[in-house]
């Protein structure tokens, strides 16, 4: 299992993160956390060919 740990940087909250996936695709979770705990988290996901 492969991991990535995003980060925003700099003065904004908004990340990206690019996985490459193999030839054979597959199934990809995704773990969201908020550094506030009233803050809400959206995640959007673009399958690019």
């Known amino acids: 299992m492969t991991s990535f740990a995003c980060k925003s940087v700099g003065g904004t909250s908004n990340e990206s ?3 490459k ?7 990809y ?3 969201a956390r908020p550094m506030v ?3 809400t988290v959206s995640i959007v996901a ?3 060919r």
């Open 37 to 39: 705990s009233t803050s």
């Open 46 to 48: 673009t399958i690019t």
């Open 17 to 19: 993160c690019t996985v």
């Open 21 to 27: 996936a193999g030839p054979a695709g597959g199934t």
């Open 29 to 31: 979770y995704v773990r």
